[in-house]
């Protein structure tokens, strides 16, 4: 027999005793993980000041690379290894929504406006968003 691992009952006894007898409760809804990826990514690239963080944001919604960069209001404290010596910066960081299909252009383009040898460059796939947000994003790129 295939048995999941338990849920410890402090955190959840409902879910433990539904897994004890094999339950689901008529609210619990089983989805796969083919309804939970979308094509849509959102994209951290951090900064070494505002001024270079508004210009990338422009320069990526104005060539239709992202549909919405968000800048960070206040500085971030970044502790990062650079040339074999720990160092410390101040940086803005920048959360950019984008599609699957402009990544690679959207790469590009971060490192041509990037002042840093090696901007960050991370995307994270977004699981789920409404709907009317996904085809939002989708109209803008």
């Known amino acids: 027999m295939n048995r999941m691992p338990l849920l410890p009952a402090r955190y959840c006894s409902v879910a433990r005793k539904a897994q004890l007898y094999g339950k689901r409760s008529k609210r619990e809804r089983v ?10 990514f959102v994209v951290l690239v951090t900064c070494s000041s505002m001024a270079e963080a508004q210009r990338i944001a422009r320069g990526i919604v104005e060539g239709r690379l992202a549909a919405c960069v968000n800048i960070l209001p206040g500085a971030v404290h970044s502790i990062y290894r650079w040339k074999g010596k720990v160092e410390s910066a101040r940086e803005r960081l920048l959360l950019i929504k984008t599609s699957r ?25 977004i699981a789920a968003a409404s709907p009317a947000y996904l085809a939002w994003i989708e109209e803008c790129l």
């Open 31 to 40: 989805t796969g993980s083919e309804d939970l990826l979308t094509d849509k």
């Open 101 to 125: 299909k402009r990544l690679a252009k959207l790469r590009t383009a971060v490192e041509r406006l990037h002042s840093y040898d090696v901007p960050e460059f991370v995307a994270l796939p």
